[in-house]
């Protein structure tokens, strides 16, 4: 006689780049025990690759990962945590004054991706060239940290810059970024001016977060604290 198989809830998500609705149902121990290992191995490629294994699972392959922002695939992985774990998550925030660890209780159904999302940026250089950024999907994210695993900070900052771009262009000449090697994109970052460059790590800066305001008076010093806290890794 086989065993009895139990029903799992649905729920719906909107994904926060396209506003497409998908359902999905709470992660199961066997893939919570996956998330685990990843954590446990400290291997920033390996979580990705983890979270993007739930996250596929939990839609039913509905959501394809690697073509996800940064930013959606936290936000869904959020979701999924939330209604597989639970709603609350216990953290530790330090006093702004006294920098006390306080330990505050957040709603991550409360928490949302924040900022203005643009499909693509165009960026005036000079008179005649110019680059479209785009924000990094997770595959091309986690192609630059793997390649950046033995590269200087500086050169994993530049490697990253270069996934984001869709295309340069010089007149009515457009070069675009998938038919040129990650070398040669890192090369024409390297050429420009301090002015240029700054354009470009303004969109970079830019690019929506998963975020979520907290207040709390401190435990030591009573202090008022109003903080915002960004990334997933904030809110566990």
Known sequence: ?????????????????????VNYRPYLVKEEKVLMLAIESKDQSQMITALK??????????????????????????????????????????????????????????????????ESENIKLTEDVGIVLKYPNVKSFQRSIVKGKNKAEADQVMSTIASMIDSIYEGEEIFSAENETEQGLVDFLESLTS????????????????????EFDCTSCKAQNTLEIEGLQSFF
């Not at 086989?2 to 609705?21: C, F, H, V």
């Not at 790590?201 to 979520?212: A, N, Q, V």
Request: net charge negative; proline share 5%.
């Open 1 to 21: 006689m086989a065993l009895p198989k139990l029903a799992t809830p649905k729920y719906e998500l909107q994904i926060p780049s396209t506003g497409e609705s």
């Open 195 to 214: 002015d240029q460059f700054k354009k470009i790590t303004e969109f970079m800066m830019d690019i929506p977060k998963l975020s979520h305001t907290v």
């Open 53 to 118: 294994d739930v996250i596929s699972g939990c839609t039913e392959g509905k959501i394809k990962p690697d073509k996800l922002t940064l930013f959606d695939l936290e936000y869904i992985f959020l979701k999924l945590r939330s209604k597989s774990v639970g709603e609350n998550s216990t953290i530790g925030i330090k006093c702004t004054e006294c920098s006390t660890s306080n330990e505050i209780v957040v709603d991550l159904e409360q928490v949302q991706v924040r900022g203005d999302f643009k």
